[in-house]
């Protein structure tokens, strides 16, 4: 299998975690009266996270929700003789948990390598039913060539 490949099958796998966990974001929401879910995330130098999040009222106040109990959907990975599976688990942990992995997993899904060099940064929103929006910039380096003579 060749890198494009496997980019895509990633892709693929990372996406089915977001859509496994869409209908847990929407119970979580529901029973908090929230609007949306706001993750902030940065990265560059080979290395990324999301620094906040943001649990945002219908009304528009913020709740600190960050240790609320939450399951979530993860990945647990199995290794025998030289041959990896995957399965999608239910875990027990908190509402950053739920979100987070979301947030990392759709940003990776649409944005490979958003942590790499110069990198991105931005925010993902989770709306109250689940589904959600990315809004990304991602920085460039750039050169400017100019000579003069002397």
């Not at 490949?5 to 119970?27: C, F, G, P, T």
């Not at 490979?112 to 990304?136: K, L, M, P, Q």
Request: aromatic share 10%; proline share 1%.
């Amino acid at each position: 299998m060749d890198i494009l490949n496997l980019m895509q099958e990633d892709r693929k796998q990372r996406q089915e975690i977001v859509l496994a966990n869409q209908q847990l974001a929407r119970q979580f929401c529901e029973k908090h009266n929230l609007d949306r879910v706001e993750l902030d995330f940065d990265g560059s130098g080979d290395s990324g996270m999301i620094d906040d999040v943001r649990y945002i009222l219908k009304g528009g106040k913020e709740a600190d929700l960050h240790k609320e109990p939450a399951k979530h959907i993860g990945v647990e990975y199995n290794y025998v003789k030289n041959k990896s599976t995957r399965t999608l688990v239910e875990k027990e942990g908190t509402a950053n948990d739920l979100f987070e992995e979301v947030g990392y997993n759709a940003l990776q899904a649409r944005y490979a390598g958003w942590e790499i060099n110069e990198g991105a940064f931005g925010t993902i929103f989770v709306n109250h039913d689940g589904s959600g929006r990315i809004e990304y910039n991602q920085r460039i380096e750039s050169t400017e060539y100019s000579e003069s003579d002397f």
